[in-house]
């Protein structure tokens, strides 16, 4: 059973000494577990390879992207970038009755729905899920639709490497296995043939094609380079700078320590009481909050000493359980504003994205680009979206040649911001 952990983020005051403590969780651990994970078993027939220890490590990523406006703004300019124009049918040579064809098809399909929905995905998470249905006679693919990349699980790999099925269902809880719909996985290495193969069997009408983010480690669920993030602690800082104005506002209080927590320490604490119900666990982390609270106090006069428990991770790097920084006062109210414009750099930096692409950066003093460099910029990010589009096209590849639409061809346009010469705004441009 998979001990559900509440959310424990908040600010403490320490009326002793007349300041505020942060507790916050550790972020060190998303998208890379360091424990090992063994497959979820649903039934005889659906076993699932968890997306994190409890398999629910997207939901937390969500959580955590929807927290921070900078990285939230960051990721959405990312899929609005490799949207571009937007996905369109090239038929200009192709003969009457395929056009014809291609017109009941994009009537049936809501194609900028699923470019934006699986450009998201790959975005955030560095895989997107489409799925292709056939007719009954399988004939012609007659539907492309995205499946949520958070709701996806994938099956454990065969004995040659690869992923036959994936399990798509609301994974926040442990589904029944009528509440999972598992589609099987058209070979990545040769999507084609194995179409082929496939359509040829009874009741295969309805294959997934994976498109996923080359990296250097071979995992089920990649890792988006932005998932640096966490691990370097820019997060951290860009969160603890927003919680200590907003303790200063409140109560004149300044942020004096700020305490991470792990989810491990928590979940240990509930496993070994036997502490199940979510209402028991809210009420056990207050005390042990306390605690740590009465312990800072006391540690002020006394000296004392905080044991903590720690691991090392197969890379070498510590793991804490419960980590104390203490923090200067210094710096208070209006103080912070160099240090939020160097997180929020941090955060465009670590998301590709520049700050003049997506609205001002808070500070005293900021340099403001050009109008011309602003434009070099926006081409520049969207010509970085090529190698993207190459793989997300892929599925879209496969209904083209499959329905057999001689004299077609997808392409995503990209949208050129004009000079004042030109006499217009914007034009869309194709490679």
Known sequence: ?????????????????????????????????????????????????????????????????????????????????????????????????????????????????????????????????????????????????????????????????????????????????????????????????????????????????????????????????????????WYDIKQLIGTAKEAKLRNSAPIKYHIEISENFWRDIFQSEHITDIRLQRERMIEEKQKILDFLTGAENSGKVWFSKYYMTPDGKEQHDVLIHRIENSKEGGDWQTDIQEAINMICFATRVHSNLVGSVPGKTQSNNSGSDKRELYTISQALQKPYHDILLRPIGLVIRFNEWTGVHPSVPFIQLTTLDEHKDAKTVSI
């Open 1 to 233: 059973m998979t001990t559900t952990i509440p959310y424990f983020a908040s600010v403490e005051n320490i009326p002793v000494l007349n300041a505020a403590a942060a507790f916050t969780p550790t972020t060190t651990s998303v998208f890379r577990d360091s424990r090992r994970t063994s497959p979820l078993v649903i039934s005889d027939n659906i076993s699932v390879i968890p997306w994190g220890a409890g398999n629910k490590m997207p939901y937390r990523i969500l959580d955590l992207i929807e927290q921070d406006e900078t990285l939230t703004t960051c990721l959405d300019t990312q899929s609005e970038l490799c949207y571009g124009a937007g996905l369109r049918l090239c038929d200009q040579d192709a003969p009457q009755f395929v056009k014809e064809q291609i017109r009941d098809f994009l009537l049936s399909n809501d194609l900028p729905e699923y470019w934006l929905g699986i450009a998201k995905d790959f975005k955030t998470f560095g895989f997107a899920v489409s799925v292709l249905i056939l007719s009954r006679d399988a004939s012609r693919i007659i539907s492309i639709h995205r499946k949520e990349a958070c709701y996806c699980r994938f099956a454990p790999a065969d004995a040659q490497g690869r992923i036959p099925t994936v399990h798509y269902a609301d994974w926040r809880s442990t589904p029944t296995p009528q509440d999972i719909e598992s589609i099987p996985i058209l070979d990545p290495r040769s999507p084609w043939d194995d179409l082929l193969d496939r359509t040829g069997k009874p009741k295969a009408r309805k294959f997934a094609v994976i498109s996923r983010i080359p990296t250097t480690d071979s995992t089920y669920y990649p890792i988006p380079g932005y998932a640096s993030l966490f691990r370097s602690k």
